[in-house]
Structure formats: structure tokens, C-alpha cells
């Protein structure tokens, strides 16, 4: 949970991601669309894999993947964030990030 928790604090909208997940790319797109730059974490490229999945279930994910932080706070999954972008509450959370590109 440790890696899980550094990662999120140094970035300011991390998406831990498979490669392999369409969710995970359709949750990527709606931020690009949106004119945010996350840092994309792919969890199927780290050794680790199966212990960052079990800290992400660990902190209140639905499913291991996508899972979305912004500022260090776990927002959740694509239910949670498709929420956030209907009910119009997503971009204030992405507004302060906009700018910077976020470099994993």
C-alpha cells in the first residue's frame, strides 16, 4: 500500500491502468478530452502487481482498475468518475492540475 499511496502523493491525477482494460483507456480518453494530462500508472508492467491490486481493494476500489487519484485522494473507479463528469463535479477536482503534465 506504501508504493500505491507514494505514487498518488507525487502526482497530481495518477490512473493506476492495465493495459489491457477498456475501461481503463475510456476513463484516459475523458480525461485527456477533458484537457487533463494524468500519469498513467500501468500495473501490469510492475512486478508488484498483485499486492498494488490488493492495496487498491484495501482503500475503497470497487476493482483494482482504473483507479483514479487526484491530489492524493482515491476518487474510485469509472462508476465514480462517470458520476463526477455527469453530475459536473469532475473538472473543479482537474482544474488545479490542468496545466502541468504529470510525468510518472
Known amino acids: 500500500?506504501?508504493?500505491?499511496?507514494?505514487?498518488?502523493?507525487?502526482?497530481?491525477i495518477l490512473i493506476?491502468?492495465?493495459?489491457?482494460?477498456?475501461?481503463?483507456?475510456?476513463?484516459?480518453?475523458?480525461?485527456?478530452d477533458l484537457g487533463a494530462h494524468p500519469c498513467i500508472y500501468e500495473i501490469d508492467q510492475d512486478p508488484e502487481e498483485k499486492?498494488?491490486?490488493?492495496a487498491l481493494m484495501?482503500?475503497?476500489?470497487?476493482g483494482p482498475v482504473p483507479a483514479v487519484f487526484i491530489g492524493g485522494k482515491l476518487i474510485g473507479s469509472t462508476n465514480e468518475v462517470m458520476?463526477?463528469?455527469?453530475?459536473?463535479?469532475?473538472?473543479?477536482?482537474?482544474?488545479?492540475?490542468?496545466q502541468a503534465a504529470n510525468l510518472c
Not at 16 to 32: D, G
Not at 51 to 54: A, C, G, Q, R, T
Open 16 to 32: 493506476f491502468s492495465k493495459s489491457t482494460c477498456c475501461l481503463c483507456y475510456a476513463v484516459q480518453i475523458l480525461f485527456q
Open 83 to 98: 458520476s463526477l463528469h455527469l453530475s459536473g463535479s469532475l473538472n473543479p477536482l482537474l482544474k488545479p492540475y490542468l
Open 58 to 62: 484495501r482503500m475503497g476500489c470497487n
Open 1 to 12: 500500500m506504501e508504493k500505491v499511496v507514494k505514487l498518488a502523493s507525487e502526482n497530481g
Open 51 to 54: 499486492e498494488i491490486e490488493k
